[in-house]
T-cell receptor
Framework: DAGITQSPRHKVTETGTPVTLRCHQTENHRYMYWYRQDPGHGLRLIHYSYGVKDTDKGEVSDGYSVSRSKTEDFLLTLESATSSQTSVYFC??????????FGQGTRLTVV | DQQVKQNSPSLSVQEGRISILNCDYTNSMFDYFLWYKKYPAEGPTFLISISSIKDKNEDGRFTVFLNKSAKHLSLHIVPSQPGDSAVYFCAASGGSDMRFGAGTRLTVKP
């Protein structure tokens, strides 16, 4: 295992509620990413971080925010969940020029 | 904007034959390319990679080819085995950016 865990693994939430997903690593990688996986779209980048308090938007960042207050934790927040955010969310860690390691994923359902 | 494209959603091959998965990218800033394998209910796992300074990298039954002028890479699996059945994602990275294709579902029939 690459020392990356996501929590929770499954969550059902109601439309309009805030939701926070957590990614925790024990590998001290500088770069951390959040992706969502949807049928027909593969893995799409939501946000990424290249250091503590350093984050940037990916290709599908609308409706999402992130925070990284320490190296090991990268939080993804849905400010007001919508049904279109029902998806499987993956966190990844890497050092540029090497392979990325992924968490097990969080299955989020917004009802 | 989809910077990494896998145009074949699925591929079916016979056990023992070659599987060829293709991937195209548009961003010239990408300099490192990877293939990942994914089983249901699991995170993607790294398979093989190639740097932009190379045109081929081989690891056992897996070979990745890179054609920079065409912005195209391919993954060859030979011989294919039933255990190779999974979804394969192509990825491209440059600096802090890392993008993935939509995936190709490979089915290897016994």
């Amino acid at each position: 295992d690459a020392g990356i865990t996501q929590s929770p693994r499954h969550k059902v939430t109601e439309t309009g509620t805030p939701v926070t997903l957590r990614c925790h690593q024990t590998e001290n990688h500088r770069y951390m990413y959040w992706y969502r996986q949807d049928p027909g779209h593969g893995l799409r980048l939501i946000h990424y971080s290249y250091g503590v308090k350093d984050t940037d938007k990916g290709e599908v960042s609308d409706g999402y925010s992130v925070s990284r207050s320490k190296t090991e934790d990268f939080l993804l927040t849905l400010e007001s969940a919508t049904s279109s955010q029902t998806s499987v969310y993956f966190c990844a860690i890497t050092t540029p020029g090497t392979e990325a390691f992924f968490g097990q994923g969080t299955r989020l359902t917004v009802v | 904007d989809q910077q990494v494209k896998q145009n074949s959603p699925s591929l079916s091959v016979q056990e023992g034959r070659i599987s060829i998965l293709n991937c195209d990218y548009t961003n010239s800033m990408f300099d490192y390319f990877l293939w990942y394998k994914k089983y249901p209910a699991e995170g993607p796992t790294f398979l093989i990679s190639i740097s932009s300074i190379k045109d081929k990298n081989e690891d056992g039954r897996f070979t990745v080819f890179l054609n920079k002028s065409a912005k195209h890479l391919s993954l060859h699996i030979v011989p294919s085995q039933p255990g190779d059945s999974a979804v394969y994602f192509c990825a491209a990275s440059g600096g802090s950016d890392m993008r993935f294709g939509a995936g190709t579902r490979l089915t290897v029939k016994p």
